[in-house]
């Protein structure tokens, strides 16, 4: 194919575009559905997560302890965070630069306020697994090394939990950007 | 709203063509078009407050467009009920030789990377390379020169064929 076939490529692009010109292309239905409001699955999952421990910190302050209750809370907090964050920039109709770099940055945040939440749940557990050892190891220690068992056990999840979440944040869309932005860069 | 809305559907009557054009270089198939249509109208339509008519309509479209389908998740499309496009034609089964010459220029367009996929598409399209650069973010003389190294790789392309 030689530069004058890709003339002639455009000469008949044109071609079709005349053609698609003529069709209606767009319907009424379009439109409509274009303007209901649309939430995205990050959103969705934010929001189910908010509620989850909404529900859930009333009831760990009640019967397990206020350090859960105190997580519960972050972790509202922090949701609540993201969501804004990933409500509140339209960069989509940035220049293809400036959008993949501003959806690399927000990943970027988005990664580091999880690792945070995560780290603290397990520190948190942890602590909480090495008070009740402390306490009750000359009264109950049957109770004592139990506790620290289950929390180390319960960290031990976490942390998986924490690299598999990770993995996933870094998704297919997070890659195909880093590819992106650096094919711009060059 | 409603005149919002209304000034809305004007703007995507106007550049339905536009919005096609992407989502047919972006697609492998009608269906794929389909999904990928309704996900950039959504996403016009989020923007919209936003387009302040500091670039042209037609740049606004084009920025929307391709970032939507540079960052395509199939699996948050699917969650949207997809309204098939208003077609008579359809590019992908024309039997037209010109059509047909199309598909396989754009099948060979395929196989570039997203970036100098959208900048030959754009200069296809007839859009200045100011235009050009404004849509991707990169000075008009870096335009060229990718142009240059792209044509030169369907080139390439199309010998080994």
């Known amino acids: ?186 | 709203m409603i005149e919002k809305e209304k000034q809305f559907e004007n703007l995507v009557r106007e550049h339905k063509r536009t919005i096609y054009t992407v989502c047919y270089m972006f697609s492998k198939n009608s269906a794929e078009v389909d999904d990928l249509f309704q996900e950039i109208l959504i996403r016009l339509w989020k923007g919209f407050d936003s387009f302040e008519e500091r670039s042209s309509a037609r740049t606004w479209i084009y920025r929307v467009a391709l970032n939507a389908a540079i960052n395509n998740d199939k699996k948050e499309r699917h969650r949207v009920p997809t309204v098939p496009l208003t077609l008579d034609i359809d590019p992908y089964e024309a039997d037209d030789p010109s059509t047909q010459q199309i598909r396989q220029l754009y099948d060979r367009i395929n196989q570039l990377d997203l970036i100098d996929r959208s900048l030959i598409l754009l200069w296809l399209e007839g859009v200045t390379y100011e235009e050009i650069g404004a849509i991707i973010g990169i000075t008009p003389s870096n335009v060229g020169v990718r142009l240059l190294r792209i044509k030169d790789k369907l080139v390439k392309m199309s010998n080994k064929k």
């Not at chain 1, 004592?144 to 690299?163: P, T």
């Not at chain 1, 993995?167 to 711009?184: A, F, N, P, Q, W």
């Open chain 1, 1 to 186: 194919m030689e530069n004058n076939e890709l003339e002639e490529m455009r000469a008949q692009l044109a071609t079709l575009n005349e053609k698609l010109e003529k069709e209606s292309i767009v319907s009424d239905k379009h439109i409509s559905e274009a303007t209901k409001k649309h939430i995205s699955e990050l959103q969705r999952k934010l929001i189910r997560r908010i509620i989850v421990f909404s529900v859930l910190s009333p009831i760990m302050a009640r019967y397990v302890g206020l350090y859960f209750a105190l997580w519960c809370l972050v972790v509202i907090i922090l949701n609540i965070y993201v969501y804004r964050v990933v409500d509140k920039g339209n960069y989509a109709s940035a220049s293809m630069t400036e959008y993949t770099q501003s959806v690399r940055k927000a990943l970027k945040k988005f990664k580091r306020i999880n690792k945070f939440m995560w780290i603290f749940s397990i520190s948190l557990i942890m602590l909480l697994g090495i008070v009740m050892f402390i306490v009750h190891l000359h009264t109950i220690p049957k109770l004592a090394y139990s506790a620290i068992v289950v929390c180390s056990f319960f960290s031990y999840i976490l942390w998986i939990a924490y690299y598999v979440s990770n993995v996933m944040i870094s998704s297919k869309v997070g890659l195909m950007l880093e590819i992106i932005i650096k094919d711009l860069e060059e």
